[in-house]
């Protein structure tokens, strides 16, 4: 198993700790959703398939908050 994890944080000026969801990606597919607690979201998964996937975590936004994606971190799962 592998657990991704996104901190979400406010850009200055801003404030606060973000809320809500991050989805975590690996290229265009879903691989599920975490919850922020304390501005951490972190999803375990066990489903990739040997080769390399591009990974990205998307954050969902909130009534305070923008929607923001991570840039891409390659993961390369050998036999």
Do not use: C, E, K, R
């Amino acid at each position: 198993p592998v657990t991704l994890t996104a901190t979400v944080t406010a850009v200055a000026p801003g404030a606060g700790t973000p809320t809500g969801t991050v989805s975590f990606f690996d290229g265009a597919t879903l691989l599920g959703t975490g919850t922020l607690s304390g501005g951490v979201a972190t999803f375990t998964t066990s489903t990739l398939a040997i080769g390399t996937h591009p990974l990205t975590a998307v954050y969902n936004g909130s009534g305070n908050f923008n929607t923001s994606t991570s840039p891409i971190h390659t993961q390369t799962v050998t036999p």
